[in-house]
């Protein structure tokens, strides 16, 4: 039994430098990844689509390849792009797209911000997630989507955990089975609690974005 410390080990420290059967197998996906991204063939597209859909899951302004799995990953539905975050980040692999190429959700206004980055910085793992599927039920991903057009209120459907009457959906959501009694309870104290007036920041003087169409 040759020791692993050994066989895997850097050749500058000793040892043979063969790579493990997992960073080889890490280095196979990421070189699919990437070729069929760059040809954007058949496969290309779905992988692209897999991954602005993880992008939407986890609602946030920041390309998930850069964000460290373990705080984020649960967020997301378990796909093959998932796992190769999960690999990457283990193995602090940094993945970026060329300018442009990774779909972000845009901001609307500019002082919007993204609601899952509020929930993480006051919410445990298990009431994230719980929030995160009220979220992705009612297909919201920034504060604005929370108002109602003059941003003096939230709206009232989305308080009580139905999609708001009158909107088109932005994006193509996928479907989610609705959330439980306690996700609404969890849902409404959210938002008495981080948005106690009620009122939009800066509604009455908000800039709205130029959005891409």
Not at 57 to 85: A, C, I, K, M, N
Not at 89 to 95: H, K, T, W
């Amino acid at each position: 039994h040759f020791p692993r410390a050994l066989l895997h080990g850097s050749v500058a420290l000793g040892g043979v430098g063969i790579p493990t059967l997992w960073a080889e197998t890490l280095a196979d996906k990421l070189s699919y990844f990437v070729y069929h991204m760059r040809v954007a063939d058949d496969v290309g597209q779905q992988l692209k689509v897999s991954t602005a859909i993880t992008q939407l899951e986890l609602g946030v302004g920041t390309p998930f390849f850069q964000l460290p799995y373990d705080t984020w990953g649960h967020l997301s539905t378990l796909s093959w792009v998932r796992h190769l975050w999960q690999s990457c980040s283990r193995a602090n692999v940094d993945v970026q797209a060329a300018a442009g190429a990774h779909w972000i959700p845009p901001l609307q206004t500019e002082s919007d911000l993204y609601i899952m980055e509020l929930v993480m910085k006051r919410f445990s793992r298990k009431a994230s997630i719980k929030l995160n599927h009220c979220r992705r039920y009612l297909q919201l991903v920034t504060v604005s989507d929370l108002y109602l057009h003059d941003g003096r209120c939230i709206h009232p459907d989305l308080y009580r955990g139905k999609p708001a009457s009158g909107r088109l959906p932005q994006y193509a959501w996928p479907d989610i089975s609705p959330p439980s009694k306690s996700c609404w309870t969890l849902w409404k104290q959210f938002l008495r609690s981080e948005f106690v007036t009620s009122k939009h920041i800066n509604a009455a003087e908000d800039v709205w974005c130029a959005l891409p169409t």
